[in-house]
């Protein structure tokens, strides 16, 4: 009854954290098909992705900037990066709230996706072990999402950081930073 489906629930967990841990400690065996993408297009996919989620949800979804640049990088990737940061972001606002994503062109030639919440934000604590793994709020969480989405990111040469908004709203936001094409 109850108690075998919870045991095969914990299976099938374990069964995902062991197939992603593989996927890093063999990266080029897993190395998918790197393509030059535009970052706002996949952006778009994640919000399909994402959306049976978001609609039972209060959350309102805003979209900010723009970019012409690509970047190289596998699509199924970036887009898990994306939306294990979304779905961080949408159990930060269990009450409702606004999903902010932004693409932006920076100054040295990169570019910067951000998902923005306007959750409760990141404690001190929480903030200095956020990319460790095995760190998570959630109470069925692996906390392996943020530690494997920033190895992917890093393996394309970029970065994600995170940081308390400090526009006068409280919330978090998660920068991932990707070197543009050409």
């Known amino acids: 009854g109850a108690e075998i489906r919870l045991i095969d629930e914990q299976v099938e967990r374990m069964r995902l954290i062991v197939t992603q841990l593989l996927q890093f400690a063999r990266p080029t065996e897993y190395a998918g098909y790197v393509e030059a993408l535009q970052p706002a297009r996949v952006v778009d996919d994640c919000l399909v ?86 760190v998570t709020r959630k109470k069925d969480g692996t906390g392996l999402g943020l530690w494997i989405s920033r190895s992917l990111v890093e393996r394309y040469g970029g970065d994600i950081t995170a940081a308390n908004r400090n526009d006068g709203t409280p919330g978090a936001v998660f920068t991932v930073r990707l070197k543009a094409e050409g």
């Not at 062109?105 to 001190?124: F, K, M, R, Y």
């Open 49 to 134: 992705l994402t959306g049976h989620l978001l609609a039972r949800t209060r959350i309102e979804v805003r979209r900010e900037g723009a970019s012409a640049r690509r970047v190289a990088i596998n699509r199924q990737e970036l887009q898990q990066v994306l939306v294990n940061l979304m779905v961080n972001a949408i159990h930060a606002m269990p009450d409702g709230g606004v999903l902010t994503l932004g693409v932006h062109d920076a100054e040295d030639g990169s570019l910067s996706l951000t998902v923005t919440d306007t959750g409760p934000g990141l404690s001190p604590e929480l903030l200095a072990q956020l990319f460790q793994p095995f």
